[in-house]
């Protein structure tokens, strides 16, 4: 079928259903949904018993299935968003499959599941991903493998206007609840920074994070963060000070409370190869509202930051110190540096650029 062709015909996509695999749904309206909808092209809940021109396959699909692959016919695509193919950890790559198939999310035991992954990506037609490392890896096993970034344009559209000091700085930091724990440094941080300079910090996430899909533990995070912030932190700041705030994560709010800090963090364990290969995503969020931010030395952050030409990163204690302290009483620092990764994400993390990476699979591919 030639381009012009694959244009004027109607595309039959089907995507696996979230509720059969698991709960894809947050991100799926971030991409493929997203992308449905951008382009105006019907999507189709999978059905076995029809047949269509492409699958997309969603995070958590059953690895072991590997009949399903071989049994259909149709343009199969697998998104692999996590960078389980530089797990490290022999415990958690041994017992990742053992509890996905207790829990009832694979049909078959796997003991070694990055060994079953690389089965399952060389079966598949093409590969998703969300790192440059995860790209490198993936490329070993399939050539035909993409990079994809979240439309968090769709979401997180407020940007920030205002740059000027102000009487109390605000520092942020955004995320799923069982990352809070990648803040375990900035105890000490805080308490060299509270000599220097006024300020607060706000910390948007929920309210607990279980493990293994919420069958089993739930951890309330409020005691994780007293932890962490020690005095820093209180629960009831009607009776007690604190520097340290806790909002329940949400659409409406926390945009517009992101925008009115004056720098958001994003810490990460650097020397983790499975947290180095992580999406860049939120850090592409943060350029497109305007706030001027600091990470974790990984490679998904350098890369951007070598090729927007700002320094962004933060390596050791003494450094991150450093960087907030001078992005804190340095308005035009934070203005210009701000500014400059705001019109760099949105020339290169546009929403044509969105649409062109999903293109390039439905509408130029050999199919």
Known sequence: MTLQEKKNYKLKIAYIPYEVYGNNLTYDR??????????????YKFNKKKIYDYIILP???????????????????????????????????????????????NSKLTLNYKKQLKILLSKVDYVLCASDRQLMNIKKINPNVLKIFEGNFNLFSVVKKDYRI???????WEG?????????????????LEKKVDFYFFIFSDFYWSSLDGKFFKFNILNTIKKIFKDFFSMNTTFAKSKVYFYQWNYITTPKLLVDSDLFIIPAGESNEFLNGRSPNKLIMAMRM???????????????????????????????????????????????????????VNKNYSKKSFISIYDKIFFNNNK
């Open 176 to 192: 799923r609840a069982e990352n809070i724990r990648y803040l375990n440094i900035f105890y000490n941080i805080f308490k060299f």
């Open 166 to 172: 102000q009487k109390k700085a605000i520092i942020s």
């Open 290 to 344: 305007g706030i001027p931010v600091l990470t974790s030395n990984i490679d998904s952050y350098k890369s951007l930051s070598r090729v927007s030409n700002v320094d962004f990163c933060c390596s050791g204690i003494n450094e991150w110190q450093i960087k907030i302290l001078k992005y804190l009483k340095n308005e035009k620092l934070r203005k210009s540096c701000a500014d400059k990764l705001k019109k760099f």
């Open 30 to 43: 971030r991409n493929i949904l997203l992308y449905g909808k951008l382009k105006n092209i019907k999507l």
């Open 59 to 105: 995070p958590s699909f059953d690895i072991t299935d590997i009949k399903f692959i071989e049994s259909r016919k149709e343009f199969i695509v697998f998104q692999l968003i996590d960078n389980y193919l530089e797990e490290k950890n022999f415990i958690k790559n041994t017992f990742r499959g053992f509890f996905k198939y207790v829990l009832g999310n």
